[in-house]
C-alpha cells in the first residue's frame, strides 16, 4: 500500500478558570527568534501542549505537560476530544515554528485534548522560562495551531455537559452565592435565566445545600452562601432519571 | 533530552447493535498462522480497527475502517475516549501480531476510540476477507490488544450518556415499545425500574410521542408503539434545563 500512515501524536490542555465575573483560559507565548540576530519573527499564544513520551499513558503525559508549562501541579485534568484535521498545522508560523523545534518531522500530528476547570485564576503560576498568563475566552482568537477549533471545542463539551450534569460546580468556589452560578451558567449556556425562576428550580436541587453562612466583606448586602454536594447527587440519581423530565 | 516520543496511531471502533434481547458487539478474527505450514498459532477477536492515513482525518480514518474490516458504510460514528496505556500491546499474542504485521515499529500505539449505536445487528456485513460477528457483550472477555478496555469504557462512556441524555432511542428503531425501551435501559443501566413507574414516567415525555399503530405480528397481545422527537426534545430544554431537577 502507498498510503503513509501517521505517526505523531501530543497531548493540548484547556485550563480554563472562573474568576467570578468570566471565564479565562491560561495561554503560554510562543516566540520564534531569528538565531543569529535574536529578533522576534512572530510571537502567538498556545494552550499547553507537548508530545507523549514513550514511558508515560496519556494522563501522566497530560498532568506532566502542564507543570512542565505553567507549574500548575495536581490539578484535575480530563480528556475530553481528539483533534486530527489535515490542516491544523499547516500556518507558515506554525510551519516555521515546526522546522526550528526538531521534534516531529510530519505535517500531521493528531492531538488529544484535555481540560481542567479551576474555580479561581488567582494560582500560582510557575513561568519555567514559558510565558503564562490568563486570557478572557470571550471573542479570544487567533491561537496557534487550530488551538481556537480546541478551545471552542472545549466550550462546546462543557455547555453540552451543562446542561446535563451538575458540573458547573467545579468552576465555583466551595461556597458560592446564587447569583455567582447563575452568572456562570449564563456565561457558558449563551442564555439568560430569569433570577426568581432560577432560584426557584435551585430549591428544588436537594444537592445544593444551603449554608447557615453569608458572604464576608462585601459593600452590598451579603448574601446566603450555598455548596453543591456529590453524595446527595448521586444518591437522588436514580429516582431522578435525570433525562426523564 | 532522553525520552522518546511515542510515534504510532490508531482508530478503533466498538460497534454495538440492540437486537431487541440484548446490546451486542462487532468484532472482526485476527488469527495468526505459521507462513511455513499455514498452521493457526493462535485466534481471538478485535474490534474494528486500524492506523490513520496521513490523508485522512479521524473521522474519515474511522468510516474507513469500518468499511474496510466490516463492509458496514453510513453508520454514525462518534469519538469518546483515546487509551495510550503503557501495556497495551504487550501481549505475547499481540507482540507477534505486530511483528507478523510490519506496520508498527513500537512498543507504544495510542488508539482513539469511536462507538456506533445500531438499532438491529441484522445488516448485511462484507467480510472483505476478514471473519466478522456480532457477539453479546455480557460477560464477554480475552479480547486482542486492551480492546477488553475499550469496549468496558465504550459501556461506561454510554451508561454515563443514558442517565443525562437521551441516547438511548439510537438504539431503539424508529418504532418502537415501551417494554423494548425498558429493557435497554435496565440492560444499559444496569438497574431494575418498576413497570408501572417506568412508563408513569415515560408519559411526563413530551418528547416520546405515542403512535396511533400497534405492533404486528406478534403472538400476544400487540404493545403501543412510540416514537421519539428531538425536535421537542430540543425545543423543550431550556425549560426542563435537564440537571436542575
Redesign the interface.
Known sequence: MD???????SVDCVILGFDSVEINVLLVERTLKNPDTDETIFSDLTLAGY????????DS?AARIVKDRTGLENISLK?F??????DRLLHPNDQSWIKASN?IF???V?T?GYYSLLPSTNLEIMQNGNIVNWYPINGLKGLAYDHDVILQKAIEHLRHK?????IGFELLPNKFTISQMQKLYEFILG?RFDKRNFRK??S??SYVVPLKEKQKGVAHKPAQLFMFSKDIYDKT??E??????
Not at 508530545?51 to 496519556?58: A, M, Q, V
Not at 451543562?162 to 451538575?166: A, G, L, R, V, Y
Open positions: 498510503r503513509k500512515i501517521v505517526q505523531n501524536i508530545h507523549i513520551f514513550e514511558d508515560e499513558d496519556l503525559a480528556q476530544y481528539s483533534f486530527g484535521a489535515l521534534v510530519s505535517d500531521r493528531v488529544i451543562f446542561w446535563h450534569e451538575p442564555t428550580k435551585i428544588q436541587m440519581r436514580k431522578r432519571f435525570d433525562f426523564f423530565v
